[in-house]
Nanobody, 114 residues
Framework: QVQLVESGGGLVQPGGSLRLSCAAS???????MGWYRQAPGKQRELVAG???????NYADSVKGRFTISRDNAKNTVYLQMNSLKPGDTAVYYC?????????WGQGTQVTVSS
């Protein structure tokens, strides 16, 4: 069964950038993938999704600032986050789209603070 491991989070000042990676232990080429985030006290939400042929969608709150991409040869999905805001603070997860409870991992913490 495919395992997903997120990395790249950290503490960054407002306006800064981070690049998150989601490394899969097996092939992801046949699956739409997405990045999700969950802040304390809030529901988990879809941040960005990418289809098997490259179709992309973003949450309105991140459109124009975040870029999702995938490298099927590396079994990896990326999320480039620019112009970060305090409201982006959350634990970021990757998963299939639609998500499966079997694939939620530890996530990676993103904290945007001055």
């Amino acid at each position: 069964q495919v395992q997903l491991v997120e990395s790249g989070g950290g503490l960054v000042q407002p306006g800064g950038s981070l690049r998150l990676s989601c490394a899969a232990s097996g092939s992801i080429s046949g699956y739409a993938m997405g990045w999700y985030r969950q802040a304390p006290g809030k529901q988990r939400e879809l941040v960005a999704g990418i289809g098997t042929a490259g179709s992309i969608n973003y949450a309105d709150s991140v459109k124009g600032r975040f870029t999702i991409s995938r490298d099927n040869a590396k079994n990896t999905v990326y999320l480039q986050m620019n112009s970060l805001k305090p409201g982006d603070t959350a634990v970021y997860y990757c998963n299939r789209r639609p998500p499966s409870n079997a694939y939620w991992g530890q996530g990676t913490q993103v904290t945007v603070s001055s």
